[in-house]
């Protein structure tokens, strides 16, 4: 019986050497990354490399050019929809006015000076409303952030008023102080208050602990630390909420205007719209949308000043 095992193990051995080798499996190939996870991914000397190299990296200049002329090949088939879709009676070019005769009638307000008496005053009250908002919110929120006590107490207050919308609360505005300027600059500071008071208590109150903990070997006094190390670091958290405001003013102010006010962006595009004056509707909407830009790029380039000690 052994004899035959043996022999058929001598078989089944030989049958095996006589079969071709298998060959190995190929490597996997990891798969085509595209879009965002192309543009994280891609080879490269990472930021704590660059710094500590003293490298300052940057986009070259091909890639550049290529982003700005995509930015601008995007406005340009915005414009483009807003010429011809009236023109070719895709909509009605009684209520959508070709962009050519907008940009005509705005340059038209802009000489005529009527656009800059109506643009003032809305710039001086979203200027106060969102000036106070800053004064009240960093602070607030800076002492907020820092008492855990004062958190805890804050907390749900916060909650009930930032989820309550400003326009909603405008009648009571407007029954408390009236139809002056006062509701005006009242119902923007509101607005504007708590994007920046809640960005103000998150960015302080997320600063990283090692950076506290090495303020606090280094012996530095609750005044210093949060000077030195917790004001910076929270800057980009609280700049942000400080943009988002910045839109906010806006927005909110040409509704309050477009409610109860004499002179203003808002009471521009209402008028003009009860007038059947199209053309100077879409002018003031221009206008709003221009000076929402200029906002919104002036606070970025303002926050890249107070940051400059941050990586780009």
Known sequence: MSEFSDALGTIGADADSSRPARRPDPPRQPPV????????????????????????????????????????????VLGL?????????????????????????????????????????SLLRAGIGFGGAVLIGIPL???????????????????VFR????????PV????????????????????????????ISGISNVDTQLMRTARVLGLSPVATFRKVALPAAMPTIFTGIRISGAVSVMVLIAAEMVGATAGLGYFINASEQGFQVPDMYAGILSITLLGLAINYGLLFLERRLSRWQPA
């Open 33 to 76: 990354a595209h879009g965002l996870i192309a543009e994280r991914t891609e080879p490269g000397v990472n930021e704590r490399q660059a710094r500590s190299a003293g490298v300052r990296r940057g986009r070259g200049a091909r890639s550049r050019l290529l982003s700005l002329a995509r930015t601008i090949s995007g406005l340009l």
């Open 81 to 121: 929809a807003w010429e011809l879709l009236p023109k070719l009676q895709i909509v009605d070019p009684h209520f959508v006015t070709p962009f050519g005769r907008v940009a005509a009638t705005w340059w038209q307000l802009l000489r005529d000076g009527a656009l800059w008496q109506q643009l003032e005053p």
């Open 141 to 159: 929120g800076a002492a907020i952030a820092w008492y855990r006590p004062a958190r805890e107490i804050a907390t749900p207050v916060l909650e």
């Open 163 to 170: 989820n309550t919308a400003a326009l909603a609360i405008l």
């Open 173 to 200: 505005f407007t029954l408390i102080l009236g139809i002056g300027e006062l509701t005006k600059y009242t119902i923007v500071c509101y607005a504007c208050l708590f994007p920046i008071l809640l960005n103000t």
